[in-house]
């Protein structure tokens, strides 16, 4: 088992000090990837340094390292590299996890590539409190370019999640990968219906991967997205929406008494802050800020 802690948990795990709240623990387990996803650092063609996931550095730890984890923490977020054997290392942590959570209070998600219904079933059912099904990519041609299979595929598995575990399932969908802003849309309002939280991420292009060419969204059309998908699943309120010819939002409407300060904080599970994940602290402005605090600064 290689187990790592992204750069600020692996420093809360040693005693260090950091400087903002972080109260999920990110943990990764590590090997080689048995997928090929472009625009990922662990792809099976990647030429990245396996030490990064994202921009974001992720040291080796062993488990030993998560005795104080439920003290430090409120939830950990386990995200896995698809290597063979990785299913059984995902259930030992998780049972570790369980085992030193001796108050029954540490929340534990899980984020991997799911192949099949029967995978579902047993995390659910080890003690994982929420399990992310990433879309990622939601244009269909597009997904089973950059990712092998069809999207179809897996809006099945994400469903069959939501109806048997409702509330339970969580997914990622990333700006900036050759989507239509209207493809985002229809995305939001399907996992709306399943009930499906959206952790909202901007594309970041890594050396070594297929899609390094490729630049990041602008600003200006992740802060309309971020508003739209904020809008639609943390507010009563629906906005009225239009796209030209080219898929591209167009209209965004909504009530001016909304406060919509908190659509630019990182989204996904419960007390997930997920910092500079697609973001360098260098910036002045950021894509996701990890705190209320911070998007006062932007």
Same mark, same amino acid.
């Given at each position: 088992?290689i187990?790592?802690a992204?750069?600020?948990?692996?420093?809360?795990?040693?005693g260090e000090?950091?400087?903002d709240?972080?109260?999920?623990?990110?943990?990764?387990?590590?090997?080689?990837?048995?997928?090929?996803?472009?625009?990922?650092?662990?792809?099976?063609?990647?030429?990245?340094?396996?030490?990064?996931?994202?921009?974001?550095v992720?040291?080796?730890i062993e488990?030993?390292?998560?005795?104080?984890i439920?003290?430090? #923490?409120?939830r @950990?977020?386990?995200?896995t590299?698809n =290597?063979?054997?990785?299913?059984?290392?995902?259930?030992?942590v998780?049972?570790?996890?369980?085992?030193?959570?001796?108050?029954? /209070?540490?929340?534990?998600?899980?984020?991997?590539?799911?192949?099949?219904?029967?995978?579902i079933d047993?995390?659910?059912n080890?003690?994982?409190?929420?399990?992310?099904?990433?879309?990622?990519?939601v244009?269909?041609? $597009?997904?089973?370019?950059y990712?092998?299979?069809?999207?179809?595929?897996?809006?099945?598995?994400?469903?069959?999640?939501?109806e /048997?575990?409702?509330?339970?399932?969580t997914t %990622?969908?990333?700006?900036?990968?050759?989507?239509?802003?209207?493809?985002l849309?229809?995305i939001?309002?399907?996992?709306?219906?399943?009930? @499906? /939280?959206?952790?909202? #991420?901007?594309?970041?292009?890594?050396?070594?991967?297929?899609?390094a060419?490729?630049?990041?969204?602008?600003?200006?059309?992740?802060?309309?997205?971020?508003i $739209?998908? #904020?809008l639609?699943?943390?507010?009563?309120?629906?906005?009225?929406? *239009? #796209? *030209?010819?080219?898929?591209n939002?167009?209209?965004?409407? =909504?009530?001016?008494?909304? *406060?919509?300060?908190?659509?630019?904080?990182?989204?996904?599970?419960? %007390?997930?802050t997920?910092?500079?994940?697609n973001?360098?602290?260098?910036? /002045?402005?950021?894509?996701?800020?990890?705190?209320?605090?911070?998007?006062?600064?932007?």
């Open positions: 088992m187990l790592r992204s750069y600020w948990t692996w420093k809360l795990l040693n000090s950091i400087p709240e972080m109260p999920t623990a990110y943990l990764m387990l590590d090997g080689e990837c048995m997928y090929n996803c472009a625009y990922c650092t662990h792809a099976r063609d990647s030429e990245s340094d396996n030490s990064y996931l994202s921009r974001v992720w040291k080796l488990p030993k390292d998560l005795n104080s439920s003290l430090k #923490f409120k @950990v977020c386990l995200q590299v =290597y063979k054997g990785y299913f059984e290392d995902v259930l030992d998780v049972e570790r996890l369980k085992r030193l959570d001796t108050n029954q /209070k540490l929340l534990i998600s899980v984020s991997t590539r799911v192949k099949n219904t029967k995978e047993i995390l659910m080890s003690g994982v409190n929420d399990l992310g099904i990433a879309i990622d990519v244009s269909e041609k $597009l997904h089973k370019l990712r092998s299979w069809s999207l179809e595929y897996t809006l099945s598995l994400i469903r069959y999640g939501a /048997k575990y409702p509330g339970r399932i %990622h969908i990333i700006v900036g990968l050759g989507e239509q802003d209207k493809e849309y229809e939001f309002k399907l996992m709306k219906a399943y009930d @499906v /939280k959206v952790a909202l #991420f901007a594309f970041t292009p890594i050396r070594g991967t297929r899609l060419h490729l630049t990041p969204p602008s600003l200006e059309r992740y802060r309309k997205i971020q $739209l998908r #904020f639609m699943f943390e507010t009563n309120y629906t906005p009225e929406v *239009d #796209f *030209d010819e080219d898929g939002l167009k209209i965004l409407k =909504y009530d001016n008494s909304i *406060d919509i300060s908190k659509a630019f904080l990182t989204s996904g599970c419960t %007390h997930c997920r910092p500079y994940y973001d360098s602290p260098r910036n /002045k402005v950021l894509y996701n800020y990890h705190t209320i605090i911070e998007t006062q600064k932007k």
